[in-house]
């Protein structure tokens, strides 16, 4: 129905993911939200596999929504497509008149187009300005962050959502150079970082800039601010026997669904209780044991998927009895 995707837009994991969420979209009428819309790949998986589903697209970068709404163009009115911060969701569905979702995929980070498009900032292999917005019409940039920044908190997001060992190393020479002239373009952070961090090191863990660029990207979009409140409202409009897949390609991204999807699979009475009070049992059932991991298959496919973890829960319990 499209044009034959490149290797680096096939969507990750797609097989799995819609066998997970495909036994809730069986139904006339059923609701999926694809939250991380992106070039709409596993979206127009979705609606080939389910059907009878109608599908609600988000995304907060413009240039998605457009290339997506192309893309499934053919599916008419069964696709609505909506800009939208993914931690918007309530408003999204009142807005819409939708009262429960019987499922919701957040495929997390930035996307392989985002990537492609050089201007953008987001590559540390190309000199770009340094912006990073998922939505540049609004927000600050990388350029802000590096420039404004005190050092103990750009240290601290380097550290933290970069997991950068060197981010002090880093931080000093950023906090010497701004002085001399404020960051605008990716290339002279590129190479700062290169010659920041020890000459052993340079070898080893890919590109000395990926992780610098990661951390500054996941800051300047507020990224696992927005996810922390975004899981427990998706779970939330789930219907019963609803479900929710994500894919997390970072540590931190994984532990906050590990932690978000773990609340609703445990009672909220104290363990000595005998007996659990109606309306206190658990209200999700985990559909993957751990953290599932792509085959070696799917990672020869699709070098994107490297990193990927996917959980994914059932809704078992109704939103009304939720205390
Ligand atoms: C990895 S891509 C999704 C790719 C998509 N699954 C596909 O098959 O084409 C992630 C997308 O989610 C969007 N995104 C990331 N964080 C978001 C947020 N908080 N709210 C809305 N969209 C977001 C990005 O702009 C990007 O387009």
Redesign the pocket.
């Known amino acids: 129905m499209s044009a034959q995707p490149k290797p680096s837009h096939v ?1 990750v994991m797609v097989d799995r993911v819609i066998a997970l969420l495909a036994p809730a979209l069986s139904t006339p009428g059923s609701v999926l939200v694809d ?8 979206s127009e998986a979705f609606l080939n596999a389910c059907p009878e589903a109608r599908l609600i697209g ?4 413009h240039n ?1 929504l457009r290339l997506a709404g192309e893309r499934l163009a053919p599916y008419g009115d069964r696709v609505t497509l909506v800009h ?4 918007e969701l309530p408003r999204v569905l009142d807005d819409l008149g939708i009262d429960a979702i019987d499922g919701i995929l957040f ?5 392989s187009m ?1 990537l492609d498009e050089a201007e953008r900032g987001f590559a540390y292999a190309q000199d770009a300005p340094l912006d990073m917005r ?1 939505d540049d019409t609004t927000g600050i940039t990388a350029a802000d962050v590096l420039n404004t920044y005190s050092p103990a908190d750009l240290a601290r997001i380097l550290y933290q959502y970069g997991e950068e060992k060197f981010a002090r190393r880093i931080v000093d020479r950023i906090v010497a150079e701004r002085e001399k002239e404020p960051f605008t373009t990716s290339a002279r952070l590129s190479e700062l970082v290169r010659s920041a961090i020890p000459a052993a090191t340079r070898r080893t863990g890919g590109h000395p800039a990926k992780r610098t660029f990661q951390a500054l990207r996941i800051e300047v ?1 507020g ?1 696992l601010e ?1 996810l922390r409140r975004a899981l427990p409202a998706a779970i939330d409009a789930l219907a019963l026997h609803g479900r929710i897949v994500v894919m997390s390609y970072h540590s931190l991204e994984d532990r906050i669904t590990k932690q978000s999807l773990a609340i609703g699979t445990k009672s909220d009475v104290p363990d000595d209780l005998p007996v659990i009070p109606a309306g206190h049992e658990p209200f999700l059932k985990l559909l993957t044991r751990g953290a599932e991991r792509p085959t070696d298959e799917e990672l020869e496919a699709n070098p994107r998927s490297a990193s990927v973890r996917v959980r994914a829960a059932e809704r078992i319990r109704t939103r009304g009895l939720v205390a």
């Open positions: 969507p939250a991380t819309l992106g070039l709409g790949g596993h988000l995304d907060r970068d998605a939208a911060v993914y931690d495929d997390l980070g930035v996307s985002q998922m979009n990224e927005v």
